[in-house]
């Protein structure tokens, strides 16, 4: 499990295709609203 950089919750990468890459690192998000906003600015939830 992995957690989602935007709500933080707990994401199966094996059970989701909802996915971005930003400097090498794969991060992975349990919707497509997350990771929209993840894009829109990474920064705020790349620690």
Known sequence: ???DPVC????N???TEVQS????EMY??????CRE???MNPE???S
Request: overall charge negative; proline content about 4%.
């Open 1 to 3: 499990m992995v957690t």
């Open 8 to 11: 933080e919750t707990d994401v």
């Open 13 to 15: 990468p094996n059970d």
């Open 21 to 24: 890459e930003k400097e090498g």
């Open 28 to 33: 992975y998000f349990c919707s497509i609203d």
């Open 37 to 39: 906003k993840f894009e």
């Open 44 to 46: 705020q939830y790349i």
